[in-house]
């Protein structure tokens, strides 16, 4: 598509819910991005896929919280017994990253799902 | 790891005014980005600027990265700037995890 589409754009859960946010990046691009964004604070980084596979998931705050991209595309992020300090904008960005890390890496960002566990 | 601060935190001004937010990093930086967040919380990619200087209309950027530091300037203010500027770095090891500042919130009156 034209930009990086993320649904649901609202989601509220009860506390020990399961959720999936679902982040659709522009074609093409093999870089995904996956960040959280509190109220008030700047985004934080949670993984990054190069492709299929993460490359980097250090940002994911426990193991409650899973991401997957099974064909290089689309992604999911699953968080798994939701607790009420999960709530937060979940943002994700593609680029057109290349392979081995040389050259600019421009960040193109979704509009977001906002998540509020209750 | 690389810190970043960006000034000042809030900005006020009347339409028509210009403006200067600045951003300092703290380490050497691969990439360094300026992002606008509308009141809707949509991030929208003003500047892609490691060094150097860009324009774009009335949004202009510079980048001393000798200096460590990344200024924004707005001219002419509208009342459609009004939002949240981000300044983002990725650091000379991680060429992939962006580092955000705190945000300036700039408001800008009719």
């Known amino acids: 598509g034209a930009g990086v589409s993320q649904t649901p754009s609202n989601k509220v859960t009860e506390k020990g819910k399961y959720v999936e946010l679902r982040c659709d990046p522009i074609s093409g691009h093999t870089a995904l991005y996956w960040y959280r964004q509190s109220l008030g604070q700047g985004p934080e980084f949670l993984i990054y896929f190069q492709g299929t596979g993460a490359a980097d998931d250090s940002g994911l705050p426990n193991d409650r919280f899973f991401a997957v991209r099974p064909e290089g595309s689309v992604s999911t992020l699953k968080i798994q017994r939701t607790e009420r300090g999960d709530s937060a904008v979940y943002l994700c960005?593609?680029?057109?990253?290349?392979?081995?890390?040389?050259?600019?890496?421009?960040?193109?960002f979704g509009a977001g799902s906002r998540l509020t566990v209750l | 790891g690389i810190q970043v601060e960006q000034s000042p935190p809030d900005l006020i001004l009347q339409e028509g005014a210009n403006s200067t937010l600045r951003c300092n990093f703290s380490?050497?930086?691969?990439?360094l980005q300026w992002f606008h967040q509308n009141p809707w919380g949509q991030l929208i990619n003003l500047f892609y600027i490691p060094s150097g200087t860009k324009q774009n209309g009335r949004l202009s950027a510079t980048t001393v990265a000798t200096e460590r530091y990344s200024l924004l300037y707005i001219s002419s203010s509208q009342t459609t700037d009004s939002g949240v500027y981000f300044c983002a770095v990725e650091d000379m090891d991680s060429n992939y995890q962006l580092i955000w500042g705190a945000g300036t919130k700039l408001i800008i009156k009719p």
């Open positions: 960005a593609s680029s057109l990253k290349p392979q081995g890390g040389a050259g600019a890496n421009v960040l193109t």
């Open positions: 380490d050497s930086v691969n990439n």
